[in-house]
């Protein structure tokens, strides 16, 4: 039944691409979709087995690799972070296969789509169900070749290939960093084997590497290398500039991407490596300090963005920066739970996104709609609990994770250990809580409330979605009221025992403890800050008072908005710094000057020219005539001669200069 798990959208994907012509795009959206369908009821079973029963499953197969000190097998491993995982990945995939049955209808390449979502599904199990480093590479690397292949799908569109390279060229930086990772991990431990990383990491606590002048800790390195990598998969401040572009794929692509895979594996590496990011306290604050300006930027740049998926995809940046800077206060528990919670309602946010997408002729820019409540009140009603749940508004499932990651950076235990990254973290969670609250409510203004800015034609077009479409929704809409409030004690609570070993927490941290004993005020103050960013967004799109306070401080308030909407000019510096000086260097260097100059000029016009001309040389030595060639043999005989007299009369043992007579004879 595990490796079913794994197994059954593979199978899925395989059939769909290579026999999609003869079981056609219905058959292969159905294949595909009950593929999912079973692997999510298998996880579902594995979740009471494993998580809820208490126990851990190791699997070994075949061996893979193996080549002095290193041995790889085919290992996985399921304990309570991997069947949560599954939970998340299987769930949410199967919804999102059910929705695009639908919404890709019309779809000429409909099979292709449903392989690459299945394709997608299947490296996510492979990467969050390894027990080695090697393998969970394997589907790390196969998640970003899946997500190249959805965000390219449209392959005809100019701004999809960009997209897609963009996408795969960021995500190879942090993919370098990890690798960097694991030859490290290697050359410390000598195997790639969580077993033994984890149960052997407390003795190399002291260990550095030394280069030069320098000394590193090792594990330190590890993590940070291991850090590099989660922060291309997880949009980390500095590499996510591939994530708003992402957008260019299919909707159920996007909600594919930011509630289950691809974005959640970096949370995930930095949650199964928590037994060695616990003895560097370094990096713990590295965590924390990205994290928290992760989730402050992406907040901010959130809110003048005017393309509805872009909104949705700025916040799911800003959430993953909650959820590693969680990490950075080593309340891994915590962060997974938000991770669990946040894939209910952002997949319900981007597919009700797709739902008004599809309803207004492909349309994406907000203020081109408005007054869609009247015309699509489900979808209204949808959009409105997935932004509540991203709000934190209490009860609902983001409440329980997000607010709660909140008081804990109120916790004198985490103040303690480093002043700075916690009052980063406390004062920028709490104002990118404000701006989340902000940009969702100027979403639902922009799109459902608001005055409409739409044609004639779109509106007398405009209905809600197929059954198909809408079911998804509903039980999405379903987890982000619920969810929170269900797994809150198992995940959470105080004295759970739910997540057994597969976490490690050194015991000198008491941030649960005193984060229930916080005053009133401190928890009431993430609600009270979205409160105050909903009446800010109903000022701006009710009334007409910002436009005063905008012309008061015109100029502040013209370079600030300018800068921000312009998403701090990250993509330019990039270009202007990085990208441009590369190409320039490939072209002109190293095509024009090497390629083009040197090797051309030694090899293909150097080197052979020069045999050309001597061949022709020696071809005009042959000349026909008689008298010459007996020419040629008497000199030759007589230089022989020379050298025969040299050698063995003169005693001339210089075998360079028998070497310069043999080729004076041979050049004439």
């Known amino acids: 039944m595990y490796l079913s798990i794994i197994l059954l959208p593979f199978l899925g994907a395989l059939f769909s691409g290579f026999l999609g012509r003869w079981i056609g795009s219905k058959g292969s959206c159905i294949l595909t979709t009950v593929c999912v369908g079973i692997s999510a009821t298998f996880s579902g079973i594995a979740f009471f087995e494993i998580g809820l029963s208490g126990t851990t499953i190791h699997l070994v197969l075949e061996s893979w690799i193996e080549s002095g000190l290193l041995t790889i097998k085919w290992g996985f491993l399921f304990d309570a972070i991997t069947v949560v995982m599954l939970i998340v990945v299987t769930w949410v995939s199967t919804l999102v296969h059910l929705y695009s049955i639908s919404y890709m209808e019309t779809d000429p390449h409909r099979s292709r789509f ?254 081109k709609m408005g007054s869609l409540a009247s015309f699509l009140p489900m979808t209204y009603s949808l959009m409105l609990i997935g932004s509540l749940a991203l709000t934190g508004f209490p009860f609902l499932t983001g409440f329980y994770s997000k607010d709660f990651i909140l008081e804990l950076t109120h916790s004198s235990s985490f103040h303690n250990l480093n002043l700075l990254c916690s009052s980063l973290a406390l004062w920028l969670g709490s104002i990118s809580v404000l701006f989340t609250a902000f940009y969702s409510f100027r979403l639902i203004y922009l799109t459902f409330l608001n005055s409409n800015n739409s044609n004639r034609i ?140 040197f090797i051309e000029l030694s090899g293909p016009y150097g080197l052979s020219n020069f045999i050309f001309r001597w061949s022709s040389l020696i071809f005009s030595i042959q000349t026909g005539q008689m008298t010459h060639y007996i020419f040629y043999i008497i000199v030759s005989i007589c230089i022989f001669i020379i050298v025969f007299i040299y050698k063995y009369v003169f005693l001339i043992n210089n075998i360079h200069l028998l070497f310069f007579y043999f080729f004076l004879v041979f050049f004439i």
Request: hydrophobic share 55%.
């Open 114 to 367: 449903m392989c690459y979502l299945s394709l997608f599904t299947f490296f996510m199990l492979m990467l969050v169900t390894a027990d080695n480093l090697l393998q969970m590479f394997l589907g790390w690397e196969g998640v970003g070749l899946a997500s190249y292949l959805l965000i390219n799908f449209w392959y005809t569109r100019l701004g999809a290939n960009q997209s897609a390279i963009k996408a795969l060229v960021v995500n190879r930086i942090g993919d370098f960093g990890l690798s960097l990772g694991i030859f490290s991990a290697f050359y410390i431990f000598k195997s790639l084997d969580y077993s033994i990383i984890f149960s052997t990491v407390s003795l190399f606590d002291n260990y550095y590497f030394k280069f030069l002048v320098f000394s590193c800790n090792g594990l330190s390195l590890i993590g940070f290398f291991l850090f590099i990598g989660a922060m291309g998969k997880s949009a980390q401040l500095g590499l996510h500039t591939w994530l708003p572009d992402a957008m260019e794929g299919p909707t159920p692509v996007s909600a594919l991407i930011h509630a289950a895979t691809m974005v959640t594996a970096g949370v995930f590496l930095m949650i199964r490596f928590s037994p060695l990011l616990e003895f560097s306290s370094f990096l713990l604050s590295i965590l924390v300090v990205f994290g928290s300006l992760t989730a402050f930027f992406a907040g901010m740049t959130g809110i003048f963005q005017n393309d509805l998926k872009k909104v949705i995809a700025y916040s799911t940046c800003s959430q993953l920066g909650y959820m590693i800077f969680s990490c950075g206060m080593s309340c891994y528990e915590v962060s997974l739970f938000h991770l669990t919670n946040h894939a209910f309602f952002k997949a319900l946010l981007f597919l009700s996104a797709g739902s008004i997408i599809h309803a207004v002729n492909n349309e994406q820019d907000m203020r």
């Open 458 to 597: 779109i509106l007398s077009s405009i209905q809600e979605s197929s059954v198909l479409m809408g079911l998804p929704l509903i039980l999405l809409a379903v987890g982000s009221l619920f969810f929170g409030f269900i797994a809150h004690d198992l995940f959470i609570g105080i004295g759970t025992d739910f997540w057994k070993g597969s976490i490690f927490v050194l015991p000198n941290h008491n941030f649960y403890i005193e984060a229930e004993n916080l005053p009133i005020f401190i928890k009431w103050l993430p609600f009270l800050l979205s409160v105050f960013g909903i009446f800010l967004a109903s000022i701006v799109n009710v009334t007409r008072l910002y436009k005063f306070l905008l012309l008061k401080w015109y100029n502040i308030s013209f370079f600030l908005v300018y800068l921000i909407s312009k998403k701090w000019f990250f993509d330019t510096l990039y270009n202007r710094l990085l990208v441009y000086p590369i190409l320039n260097f490939g072209y002109y260097t190293s095509f024009k000057a090497l390629d083009r100059g």
